[in-house]
């Protein structure tokens, strides 16, 4: 866990994930999960650049929103 932070009410904890094996096509970044809840807010990461062999670079992000049903989406 690298910081704990509050949005609307509710702790945010960021963690770092990274691969174990740094050789295969594996992301790396962050994971934003709300404390309580578990549920994943949101994620940054991207695949560890000596492995990509058609790119420079896979960047994905995603932001999730929890609805009135309790559900979390996109």
Do not use: C
């Not at 174990?20 to 560890?48: C, T």
Request: no cysteine; glycine share 6%.
């Amino acid at each position: 866990m690298e910081e704990k932070f509050y949005e609307d009410g509710r702790v945010i904890y960021k963690i770092y994930v990274s691969p174990r094996n740094p050789i295969g096509p594996y992301f790396q970044g962050y994971l934003f999960i709300v404390d309580g809840l578990w549920a994943l807010k949101s994620a940054n990461l991207e695949v560890v650049p000596s492995t990509l062999n058609f790119f420079e670079k896979f960047h994905l992000i995603h932001e999730y929103e929890k609805k009135k049903n309790s559900q979390w989406v996109i």
